[in-house]
């Protein structure tokens, strides 16, 4: 009988440790979500005004790269440019969108050739830029957030 209580009294004793709580510091669930977290997904893409924010996610995203290639083609068309030789090119423009929904051009991309045909070609995209509507900034998990990304742009001047 001694034994059976002694073997009680060692199952008490160990197993109080199963019943306390174990706490999760914010520190810990935190730095956990940050391991899950793909810091190159959104979950809402960059909008302008004109796209429709009901549609799909890829339907935002084409509304966004169509509107923003539109504008600055026609931009581009109101220039008349003048070259020696003919220019098949495309050109690079990366961007980035602030958390406030400001658009600024970061860097050009283009051939040797383009840029010494058409010298101003940089202040041209830059002045296209500029004259943007409003643009809604990407969200992600809820909170507007920075994005960049990189828009190719087709220069064709006979």
Not at 39 to 65: A, L, R
């Amino acid at each position: 009988m001694k034994q059976l209580y002694f073997i009680l009294l060692c199952l008490v004793v160990t197993s109080c440790n199963y019943f306390d709580a174990k706490k999760t510091s914010s520190d810990v669930i935190l730095e956990n979500e940050l391991l899950t977290f793909n810091w190159n997904e959104v979950d809402e893409y960059p909008m302008f005004e004109s796209c429709d924010e009901n549609g799909t996610q890829e339907d935002k995203k084409n509304c966004f790269q169509n509107t923003l290639t539109e504008i600055i083609t026609q931009k581009l068309q109101q220039d008349t440019l003048i070259v020696k030789q003919d220019i098949n090119d495309t050109v690079f423009m990366n961007f980035e969108i602030s958390k406030d929904g400001m658009l600024s051009l970061i860097t050009i991309k283009a051939d040797s050739i383009t840029l010494q045909e058409i010298p101003n070609i940089k202040e041209l995209l830059h002045k296209s830029v500029d004259s943007l509507p409003k643009i809604y900034p990407a969200i992600r998990r809820s909170q507007q957030v920075k994005t960049a990304f990189t828009l190719p742009v087709i220069i064709q001047v006979n």
